[in-house]
């Protein structure tokens, strides 16, 4: 059994009671809608296994995300091919990361800490270029805009797609390169991984430029799909994506990572966000709830592998 | 307690939750309300307005709040409303990236209010203040305090949510009128946050580089607050103004350490969204875009003037109406007799009269 499937039961759990009470939340136009919503946080989290996997957090991917969007967007407004326009962004995340990458490096200092700082640094210099507005291309002609937020049988975005494809593309990384296992080795023992001839350094600039990357791309199809970007968007994205990557299995002390389970923890807090205005619970109680169902679903999680686990004990003591 | 059982508990505890709250849509009519800066407490006052037009109009209302101000938060909720089947949904719109999701849900027939904050480019009504005229009107009562047009010094103009169209709206009539003083110099305006803690420590700072500035003006409702402390700390020796009703607000300007705060009518911000949805369910109708003015309110602590056409209350009872939603709903009664089927269904003004 793969290993995520205590977040999927949760998922599956907590979708069916729902349904069971609510039976237009399983509406499939709901369901896909649900997709479409986890697509641009979602992807952040994607990049975000890569860095927890590697023992890092970047707290500026929110930043990355509207800066790069901020850029594309402008280049859109200059006349700039929006494809190109696109393109310019996603390298312009990556651009971000290396910043990122090259300052953790260089001072060996955590990303942590690092990007507590380009947090506010990418933030500020996107309000100096947005001028502390919207940034809305007049022109959405292009089928840039089109295909983005074209939605397949009318009810699956694009973009949901877009998103899907690249979690696959991520899994194989992870999993299935020398990049990834690199990854994974540096964050269970950097010292062994130096050992064992691994440029720990090199990687740790790798897996931060990637994740620039990740949030250009997320940032310049949102302007896509939503036709705008505005100055504070991307300001609430860190933790909901920091605690999507926990829920789905990613274990703070690194070495590991699940994509899967990364995919799975952003459904579960749309979900949670969902049910509760299906259940009509009111703002003032929804927070409360929202905790209490997070933890309900991370219990359940760790309540099904700490029997696995014990199975297994069980089975090499009867073996053995 | 054995895996197998505890699964079943949490199973149980979820269905006990869900099955709790089923009786939630007992209405006929379920209006969503969409709020952004959960635990504001303006925004909790245009709450109070929203659940009073619900109970007056026998409506079922629920509503969701995300803590902050982000488009893509709130447009979430938004869509979460229409998917489970709300007949009408209120929301302020903190950002342009919305009007396309929006656009989409009023398109499938889920009719759509703004409130507070808006986007032109969303085509539905707005329920708000004259964002420019009400900036006018703040700075031309602080530059009559400083002494009108050959008042001389510095002026710090703070804005809790850079980028918000109706807050730089207010910071342009706030600039304007100060420009009548050819002797006046305007700073800013800085972002100076939302959350209380936040807000007094960036007015703190901006205080301590420029000693002496001779007025500072928030645009957001945390100002007045922070100002008043700012000012009661270091002798009230700068005019305070700044936006927002609140009861915290208030005191600051009845204890003479913030001269005057605007208020954009919250109740009316609540109620009137509710009322429109509401009429159009009923007959109906569908709406269109347009402005819908909820009024300014000027209070000093020598004048209140609650604004539309509402009778005179004392500084004492102005600050009992912030505190107290009953004392609210009562006073605003002459007010929500107006709205009848005629009026709300009449054609509203050009949604670009809010920013005239």
């Not at chain 1, 291309?137 to 949901?160: C, E, H, M, T, W």
Request: glycine share 12%.
């Amino acid at each position: 059994m793969p290993e995520e499937v205590g977040v999927i039961a949760a998922l599956l759990l907590m979708m069916l009671v729902i349904g069971i009470a609510r039976p237009r939340f399983l509406n499939p136009i709901n369901l896909f809608s649900l997709l479409g919503n986890t697509t641009f946080l979602g992807m952040l989290a994607l990049g975000m296994v890569f860095l927890l996997a590697i023992r890092e957090i970047d707290l500026s991917v929110g930043w990355m995300f509207n800066f790069s969007a901020v850029v594309a967007a402008l280049l859109m407004v200059a006349g700039l091919d929006p494809w190109l326009a696109a393109f310019a962004g996603i390298l312009f995340g990556a651009c971000l990361g290396f910043v990122n990458g090259l300052i953790a490096v260089t001072l060996r200092l955590p990303a942590i800490i690092v990007t507590l700082g380009t947090y506010s640094m990418f933030q500020g210099l996107s309000l100096v270029v947005n001028n502390g507005r919207a940034i809305v291309p007049s022109d959405q002609s292009s089928n840039f805009f089109r295909v983005i937020s074209y939605k397949l049988f009318g009810v699956l975005p694009v973009a949901a797609l877009v998103f899907v494809l690249l979690a696959v593309a991520m899994h194989i990384l992870l999993h299935r390169t020398r990049f990834g296992y690199r990854v994974q080795a540096v964050g269970s023992n950097p010292e062994a991984a130096a050992h064992a001839g691994i440029p720990t350094a090199r990687v740790r600039l790798q897996t931060l430029v990637l994740m620039g990357a990740i949030c250009g791309l997320s940032g310049t199809m949102y302007v896509g799909f939503r036709g705008a970007i505005d100055p504070n968007e991307g300001s609430d994205f860190v933790l909901v994506v920091i605690a999507a990557v926990i829920i789905g299995g990613t274990p703070l002390s690194g070495g590991h990572g699940t994509i899967i389970g990364a995919v799975v923890g952003m459904m579960i807090i749309q979900v949670i966000s969902s049910g509760l205005i299906f259940f009509g619970i009111d703002a003032t109680w929804s927070t409360f709830v929202t905790g209490a169902v997070t933890v309900l679903a991370v219990s359940l999680d760790r309540l099904i592998k700490y029997q696995r686990s014990r199975r297994a004990e069980t089975r090499r003591e009867t073996h053995g | 307690m054995t895996f197998g059982k505890t699964v079943s508990t949490i199973a149980l505890a979820a269905a006990t939750l869900a099955f709790g709250a089923a009786g939630a849509f007992a209405e006929d009519i379920t209006i969503g309300f969409v709020a952004h800066a959960q635990g504001d407490p303006f925004v909790q006052q245009i709450q109070d307005g929203a659940q009073a037009a619900a109970d007056d109009l026998g409506v079922k209302l629920v509503t969701a709040q995300q803590a902050g101000g982000a488009p893509e938060g709130q447009l979430k909720l938004v869509q979460n409303f229409a998917n489970s089947g709300a007949q009408g949904i209120a929301t302020s719109v903190p950002g342009e990236s919305m009007a396309r999701g929006l656009n989409d849900i009023i398109s499938s027939g889920v009719p759509i209010v703004q409130f507070n904050l808006l986007s032109q480019a969303v085509e539905a009504p707005y329920v708000g203040e004259k964002s420019v005229e009400s900036g006018r009107i703040l700075g031309r009562m602080v530059l009559d305090k400083l002494g009108g047009e050959n008042a001389k010094g510095t002026v710090i103009l703070g804005n809790c949510f850079p980028g918000f169209p109706v807050l730089e709206n207010r910071a342009k009539g706030v600039e304007e009128s100060l420009a009548k003083a050819s002797g006046i110099k305007v700073l800013g305006p800085f972002d100076v946050k939302v959350s209380a803690v936040d807000n007094y420590n960036h007015w703190e700072q901006l205080y301590s580089a420029n000693p002496d500035a001779v007025a500072l003006i928030g645009l957001c409702a945390p100002d007045v607050t922070s100002l008043g402390k700012l000012n009661a700390a270091h002798g009230d020796k700068f005019v305070a103004g700044g936006y927002d009703l609140t009861e915290l607000n208030l005191k600051a300007v009845k204890e003479g350490h913030a001269y005057v705060t605007i208020g954009q009518s919250a109740f009316v911000q609540g109620y009137l969204p509710v009322a429109l949805l509401v009429n159009a369910i009923k007959g109906g109708k569908k709406i269109g875009p347009g402005f819908y003015d909820a009024g300014s309110q000027v209070v000093t602590a020598d004048k209140v003037d609650m604004g539309n056409g509402l009778p005179p209350v004392s500084f004492d009872e102005a600050q009992k109406l912030a505190s107290d939603p009953k004392a609210t709903i009562e006073y605003y009664k002459p007010w929500t007799k107006t709205l009848t089927a005629e009026m709300l269904s009449a054609e509203p003004k050009p949604i670009s009269a809010e920013s005239e």
